[in-house]
């Protein structure tokens, strides 16, 4: 069978939260990653536990779109739909290119699944997928027949039809099963028994497609033209992680992260946990606040304090966090944004935070915060976040959120000689004349970091109001005014120590500036690209630092006639900038638990300058 050549394919893997579909993505991932394919992927995970097993609500996707060009979305539409049942085809067919390609489990769309699906009559059979290119595999009978002598219960044997799916995907896409044999081999060493089934099953769907006209076409993607280096792929929160082990050999300090599990910030405990070698220590409280205390008390007591969750739990973490300002030490807050107010929607992503960031805290109690905009952007984020925190002697908000978390990309990883270092504005310790100030502060307002057991630095701090340079406690009405405003111009003098925005794409000055924040990056990039092509005086600008912004962002908003601001939250950037530079913004917003296709923005782009 002939190969026909792409430039990008987009996959979706989709399921019940039982089938697999997120270790199939994973797997398939990899295979491309280590082929030389530049990716992206987006996971989307049904918010209950356990939904029933074939409903709506317990469907499982996993999409990916890879190239040989550069990619920088998981695509707006797949080419290739895999439905491992009759939700998963339900929920997922609008995700779906006209002429499409759908793979459909014919078991999956037996009386019981078609009932939980809303489905009067079996998709498969009634002619209305006439649009697409549809191939019906009884996945779960082959999966039965290829380990009808394994040995296996029933049930064990079906937890292994994803392996089905997977080896028949690499043959359609001329992809070698070697990648995904060495993770089974690895992964089910000590079980014999299961390591032969996926494996005998991963081998059963690859020969499946090499001896059998199940399909018209099979594809093939040449590998990217990426820069030179050593990649990986890594998601966000993998990055996240090795990030902050980064921070902590720069600076020289220990890193300790306290946290509670949250979705979907756990796997950072999770990850930070297996770097015992580089002396991490990870704590689990018994809630949030415990978690963020016990980071202040090791910032306290000179390590780099590290907390992290998602928007409920930061909620909790507030009156910490004003503890930790106050008190002028090094924290860093990860909060890995999820959609909605109070336990809202656990698995969905949205930008719904960044006032939480800006003012989720009483008394006027001001943060630097940064955002990252890709999964391996995380990791400079992370680095960057900890050298404020370190060197401006602040607690610093990092914002992530579900997608960048849980999505993944190839990452060209730099070695220890590559990354900046980190100074920690440390005392001097030893018996001084004078008395030590620990309120005393250089020229950027920082004050120097006394380290319990430090020879003559003796001191006290506290929540209680301060007094200027001693530390005091103080109820005098024109020192606490002083200290509001010294607080707060210690974070905007933190704009001195940061680059000057620059465009992604574009020309300064034009009919259109388009700014984003975050996980819009990459579909804001490639909708601006498309603009730019066409001829349009457009350009995109996104920002990391949020507070406190760039010092040249006014004069860089200036130049353009309109600006338009992508946000997945009701717009909350765009009030932010309007209110600090009265100047006239459009916003656009989706707050549907969904990141934006570049489709979206482009259509928006269009409309504006018609």
């Known amino acids: ?11 979706l893997f989709a399921g019940d939260s039982g089938d697999g579909m997120q270790l199939t993505g994973n797997m398939f991932t990899d295979t491309h990653a280590h082929f030389g394919n530049d990716l992206s992927t987006f996971p989307n995970f049904p918010a209950e536990i356990r939904a029933p097993q074939g409903s709506l609500a317990g469907v499982s996707g996993f999409q990916i779109r890879f190239g040989s060009i550069e990619i920088f979305t998981p695509g707006d539409a797949c080419d290739v739909l895999v439905a491992m049942n ?15 390609i759908i793979i459909a489990n014919s078991s999956g769309f037996d009386s019981k699944n ?11 059979e009634s002619g209305e997928l006439s649009g697409y290119q549809l191939y019906t595999i009884d996945v779960t009978k082959l999966t039965r027949t290829a380990l009808s002598e394994s040995g296996l219960g029933q049930k064990d044997i079906d937890r292994t039809k994803n392996m089905f799916v997977l080896g028949f995907l690499l043959w359609m896409f001329d992809r070698s099963p070697d990648g995904p044999t060495e993770y089974i081999n690895q992964k089910f060493k000590n079980n014999e028994l299961v390591r032969t089934a996926n494996l005998n099953v991963l081998n059963a769907g690859y020969n499946f497609g090499e001896t059998t006209n199940t399909v018209s076409s099979r594809y093939a993607v040449k590998p990217a033209k990426l820069a030179p280096g050593k990649y990986r792929s890594v998601n966000g929160n ?5 990030g902050l082990v980064a921070a902590s050999e720069k600076s020289g300090l220990q890193l300790f ?9 756990s796997t950072l405990l999770h990850y930070l946990s297996s770097y015992k070698n580089f002396n991490v220590k990870t704590f689990q409280a018994e809630d949030e606040i415990a978690a963020v205390c016990a980071a202040i008390g090791a910032s306290f007591g000179g390590a780099l304090g590290v907390t992290g969750s998602s928007g409920p739990g930061v909620a909790l973490k507030g009156e910490a966090i004003g503890l930790a300002m106050i008190l002028e030490l090094p924290l860093l807050i990860c909060n890995v944004q999820r959609g909605g107010p109070s336990t809202g929607l656990p698995t969905k992503t949205e930008q719904s935070d960044l006032f939480q960031a800006y003012y989720g805290r009483n008394g006027e ?4 915060v940064i955002a990252a905009r890709s999964p391996s952007d995380c990791f400079w984020v992370a680095l960057e976040a900890a050298r404020i925190a370190i060197e401006h002697m602040t607690p610093v908000m990092l914002l992530s959120d579900g997608y960048i978390a849980n999505g993944s990309e190839p990452w060209k990883y730099p070695g220890s000689k590559d990354l900046p270092g980190i100074s920690p504005p440390l005392a001097k310790p030893g018996i001084r004349e004078e008395k030590y100030l620990p309120y005393e502060r250089d020229r950027n307002l920082v004050r120097k970091w006394a380290i319990p057991g430090m020879e003559g630095l003796i001191h006290r701090i506290g929540g209680l109001e301060k007094e200027e340079n001693t530390g005091n406690v103080s109820y005098d009405p024109v020192n606490h005014e002083n200290m509001v405003k010294v607080r707060a111009k210690r974070v905007e003098v933190i704009a001195d120590s940061i680059p000057e925005l620059e465009l992604d794409n574009g020309s300064p000055g034009g009919e259109l500036l388009v700014i984003g924040w975050g996980s819009t990056y990459g579909v804001i990039k490639a909708a601006v690209k498309n603009a730019v092509d066409k001829g349009h005086a457009v350009a995109h600008a996104h920002l990391r630092y949020l507070n406190p912004f760039p010092k040249n962002l006014f004069e860089l908003m200036s130049g353009f006639d309109k600006i338009l601001i992508p946000e997945m939250n009701s717009g909350q950037l765009k009030h932010l900038l309007q209110g600090k530079y009265l100047i006239p913004i459009e916003g656009m917003n989706k707050i549907r638990g969904i990141p934006f296709t570049s489709k979206e923005i482009e259509d928006k782009i269009d409309s504006i300058l018609s």
Do not use: C, F, H, W
């Not at 069978?1 to 996959?11: C, P, W």
């Not at 109690?365 to 630097?368: D, E, K, Q, S, Y």
């Open 114 to 124: 078609l009932r939980l699906a809303n489905y009067e009559s079996n998709p498969l």
């Open 238 to 242: 993998q990055a996240l992680s090795l």
């Open 86 to 100: 009759a939700a998963a085809l339900k929920t997922n067919l609008s995700a779906l290119k006209n002429s499409g």
């Open 365 to 368: 109690a001001p943060v630097p």
């Open 1 to 11: 069978m002939a190969l026909t050549i792409k430039e990008d394919v987009t996959v």
């Open 257 to 265: 992260y306290g946290s509670y599990p949250i979705t979907p910030a």
